[in-house]
């Protein structure tokens, strides 16, 4: 009896004589940050992941482009603002977020050195800094999300990332789905600029998520130093 023919590809491995990769819950890919952030994911039952009420940011209008706030002391935890448009109250975000960067750092804004474009050894937009265009000047992690009408920001000593979801609708699965789409984007905005490799994940980490109005949900990561022995 002739022998049926294989179908497709064999797997990659075996095309490259490797052995079989391990793809169980110990491999390094799913870590538990990658599990919280998949998409659907329930609350995990363990810190920092389990379900917690959203921390309510500090609010702004749109004349803190010219009179943002003081700084305020952050004691280990970014903190959080939030500014929406009423309709008849318009901002621009970045202008509110140079300003609120300036105020925090002490300078004036025609200091004012930012870096949240495209990472130079991936491509994607993580790991904003600013500071004062010198090395041994303060410096500050930032974050900042929008849906075009209401912009959330957060100001922090460490590696800070943002994560914006919409809930489409009043089920648990679209709250969810909303929550996991939030968390990926807060743990790749987190992500340092030249740690954008597997790596990253390794960094501890807490999270929280941020009051914003209507259906949108907002999570903040950030990277948490670890105390030294």
Not at 14 to 27: A, C, L
Not at 181 to 187: D, H, L, T
Not at 200 to 223: E, F, I, K, Q, S
């Amino acid at each position: 009896m002739a022998e049926s023919p294989r179908r497709g590809r064999p797997p990659r491995y075996k095309r490259e004589g490797r052995e079989r990769p391990n793809t169980g819950s110990d491999h390094p890919y799913w870590t538990r940050e990658r599990m919280a952030a998949a998409r659907g994911a329930p609350f995990p039952e363990h810190e920092p992941f389990a379900r917690r009420d959203p921390e309510p940011p500090r609010l702004l209008g749109a004349a803190a482009e010219q009179d943002p706030p003081p700084p305020v002391a952050r004691a280990g935890r970014p903190s959080f603002w939030l500014v929406t448009s009423t309709g008849r109250e318009r901002y621009e975000p970045r202008r509110i977020l140079y300003a609120l960067l300036a105020s925090d750092l002490g300078i004036p804004q025609d200091r004012l050195v930012v870096e949240d474009g495209p990472c130079p050894w991936c491509g994607v937009r993580h790991g904003f800094t600013a500071g004062d265009g010198t090395d041994d000047g303060p410096s500050v992690c930032f974050a900042f999300v929008t849906d075009g009408r209401t912009a959330v920001y957060a100001l922090s000593g460490t590696a800070v990332g943002l994560g914006i979801g919409t809930r489409l609708g009043p089920s648990v699965r679209a709250e969810a789905d909303a929550r996991s789409v939030a968390r990926r984007g807060a743990y790749e905005q987190m992500a340092v600029r030249g740690r954008c490799g597997p790596g990253r994940d390794a960094l501890p980490a807490d999270l929280t998520y941020v009051a914003a109005p209507g259906d949108l949900l907002v999570t903040a990561v950030w990277h948490t130093p670890e105390e030294p022995s």
